[in-house]
């Protein structure tokens, strides 16, 4: 008796683990995102957000944490439960921060598990007309003639358009000066004055400056053309494959949340960023779907670490 006891008994915890397993989730979903309301990281969140409360039939609740280009929200998410009831979205800065600050409060890629991307935005290359130049060759061409003299801008060091103009002038070999600034909408002021020469901006920043003559764009930093610029090459189409640069906003776990609740929520986040209205939402940032695997994206924030991490060393930035 005592026996069929205890088998009873285990078959019971065995089984209420099950369902409480399988009954996720049971509340709602909290979803942070360590940036400002209005950023495109926020503005994402929401957009998919409100359609993941509908596919799990739970509420899907933003809470922004922002501070320290990212770390005190992810931080955040780092320490909490493995449960799939809180969540992180993050951008490509998240495998920058590790290599610009040395004590970070959390191991980038150890500590989380990759959900899926929800879009890729890429950024454009432009001048201002001018500089008199109309191709990636000719800017190439004349930053050689003048080393040290033209100007860069980028959002802040360690910004993504910072790592993109990096890898440019790594692959280019050009000498040119970096000018931080603090943020994409002064990166686009400073080129059209001509007070910096260049730079990577986020499409959805220079695109009315581009419709309207005042700012040229000479290639798109992502692996295929912009559906906003098609008529823009990439950059490995303008001859400097080894400048591509794939900035993208995506969501993450705790690590050793379960495998099941990973795999469900990159389920319906496939069907969410394909949905028409959503697309349209992203097109409006001037970002588009990305789709990959919680194992290919986990591999690809592996990689991209490693390589921009021989970026960084050679900026001579490093961590402070």
């Known amino acids: 008796m005592m026996r069929r006891a205890w088998f009873a008994a285990l078959f019971l915890l065995c089984s209420g683990a099950a369902l409480a397993q399988g009954a996720w989730p049971a509340k709602p979903v909290r979803l942070v995102v360590p940036f400002t309301p209005g950023s495109a990281s926020d503005i994402l969140a929401r957009t998919v957000g409100d359609k993941l409360a509908a596919a ?84 190439v061409a004349l930053a050689k003639s003048r080393p040290g003299v033209l100007n860069y801008a980028s959002g802040g060091t360690g910004s993504a358009s910072h790592v993109n103009a990096e890898k440019f002038r790594i692959a280019t070999g050009i000498d040119v000066v970096h ?27 220079a695109l ?32 400097v494959p080894a400048a591509e640069f794939n900035f993208w906003i995506g969501l993450l776990a705790p690590a050793k949340t379960p495998k099941e609740v990973v795999a ?24 588009e779907p990305y789709v990959l695997s919680p194992q290919e994206f986990d591999a690809m924030m592996r990689a991209e670490f490693a390589a921009l991490r021989r970026v960084i060393k050679t900026t001579g930035e490093g961590p402070k």
């Open 56 to 139: 799990l039939g739970q509420p899907v609740l933003i809470e922004n944490r922002a501070g320290a280009g990212g770390v005190v929200g992810t931080g955040v998410v780092a320490k909490a439960e493995p449960d799939g009831y809180t969540l992180v979205v993050v951008s490509a800065g998240h495998v920058v921060n590790p290599l610009m600050y040395a004590n970070l409060p959390y191991d980038a890629l150890a500590d989380f598990a990759g959900v899926m991307p929800l879009g890729s935005l890429p950024s454009v290359l432009t001048v201002s007309p001018a500089l008199g130049v109309k191709t990636v060759h000719e800017l």
């Open 179 to 205: 000018v931080p600034l603090k943020g994409a909408p002064d990166m686009v002021v400073e080129t059209i004055g001509g007070r910096t020469q260049f730079g990577f901006e986020p499409i959805s920043a």
């Open 208 to 239: 009315p400056a581009i419709r309207d003559g005042k700012l040229v764009a000479l290639a798109v930093s992502s692996p295929a053309r912009a559906a906003t610029l098609p008529d823009t090459p990439t950059i490995a189409e303008a001859g």
């Open 264 to 287: 469900r929520l990159n389920a319906e986040l496939r069907k969410v960023v394909q949905m028409p209205d959503v697309k349209l939402r992203l097109a409006g940032l001037g970002a």
